[in-house]
């Protein structure tokens, strides 16, 4: 079973900007997954014109190891098929 990463319900995000705690709170939400490169505590998303590094470098940098919490991921078993693999999700609503 895979793990990840959740961003505890616990820490504060008032000090942080508002584009900033929107990424957090949608960490604290549904987490991160967990990529083992070989390197130090990192972080890497998509990168977009949209996005001010200036003011999102400083947030991550100022979160640590300890604001996480580890999380299992996979499907439930009542989730899974009979040969174990997850089932396709339903209902799911992109937006833009």
């Given amino acids: 079973m895979a793990r990840g990463l959740r ?3 616990s820490r504060d995000l008032s000090g942080f ?3 900033a705690q929107r990424i957090f ?8 997954i967990v990529a083992d490169n ?6 890497a998303a998509h990168t977009t014109t949209r996005w ?3 003011v999102l470098n ?6 640590k190891a300890s604001d996480f919490e580890v999380v299992a991921l996979g499907a439930p078993a009542a989730d899974r098929t009979t ?6 999700p339903t209902g799911l609503r992109i937006v833009n």
């Fill in 7 to 9: 961003l505890k319900a």
């Fill in 17 to 19: 900007t508002p584009e």
């Fill in 25 to 32: 709170r949608a960490m604290k939400r549904y987490g991160l």
């Fill in 38 to 43: 070989g390197s130090g505590h990192t972080s």
């Fill in 52 to 54: 001010n590094n200036g």
């Fill in 58 to 63: 400083p947030a991550f940098g100022a979160l």
């Fill in 83 to 88: 040969a174990g693999v997850p089932s396709a």
